[in-house]
């Protein structure tokens, strides 16, 4: 039986009482752990949307997951990862890098969009990775625009950070936008990963004014 209106009301004053809200302020961000990107944008916003696109093969994308796993693990926040084509390999990374990961296996895009409208209002998670690189075309014609603008409705009043990891720009409402265009050779696979990692260099596309939710 549902509780009588007076009685919620009662209740919604109680925890507004217990549990004030914390007014939110502008340029709340995210260190990524890529010292080019943090540089210039001082990392991901938080309470909104933010598009990597992996324009060219074997570009970095893994080796920015990585860094975003050492600096979340450092913070001590949780992240997900939405993989919409199940082709994460955990095995190439460190265990502990692992222990605050919340691995979302899908099997299309319509599937990691839709666990990506559940994930993106955890208030316990600090990081979602929604990743679309191997989405086929097709299916990210078909993705409207409102629902990219209903995800980031949904993770305004949040403290997470969405990333969307897109073949190409498809994002419309990401605050920041970053592009990996440049393929590391084979040779590249003779190097340390830190040293990889640490060379990264995204080229800032796009960085809105972010006027958060308060």
């Known amino acids: 039986m549902s509780a009588p209106p007076d009685r919620l009301a009662a209740l919604r004053h109680l925890l507004a009482e217990r549990f004030p809200t914390v007014p939110r302020t502008t340029g709340r961000l995210l260190a990524t752990g890529v010292a080019a990107l943090d540089e210039a944008t001082g990392g991901l916003p938080l309470g909104a949307v933010a598009e990597v696109v992996c324009a060219a093969p074997s570009c970095g994308s893994q080796l920015l997951l990585g860094r975003l796993l050492e600096a979340t693990r450092t913070s001590r926040a949780r992240v997900a990862l939405i993989d919409s084509t199940d082709s994460f390999d955990p095995g190439s990374f460190d265990p502990d890098l692992l222990a605050h990961l919340v691995w979302v296996r899908c099997a299309g895009t319509r599937a990691a969009l839709n666990a990506a409208d559940l994930l993106a209002r955890d208030a316990n998670l600090g990081l979602v990775v929604l990743d679309l690189r191997q989405a086929a075309e097709s299916e990210l014609r078909r993705v409207p625009a409102s629902h990219w603008y209903r995800l980031q409705r949904a993770v305004e009043p949040t403290d997470l950070s969405l990333l969307v990891a897109t073949p190409r720009a498809c994002v419309p409402c990401a605050q920041v936008r970053f592009v990996l265009s440049v393929s590391h050779p084979?040779?590249?696979?003779?190097?340390?990963?830190?040293?990889?990692?640490?060379?990264?260099?995204?080229?800032?596309?796009?960085?809105?004014?972010?006027?958060?939710?308060g």
């Open 186 to 213: 084979a040779t590249a696979l003779d190097r340390e990963r830190a040293t990889l990692a640490g060379a990264l260099a995204p080229a800032l596309e796009r960085q809105r004014r972010h006027l958060a939710a």
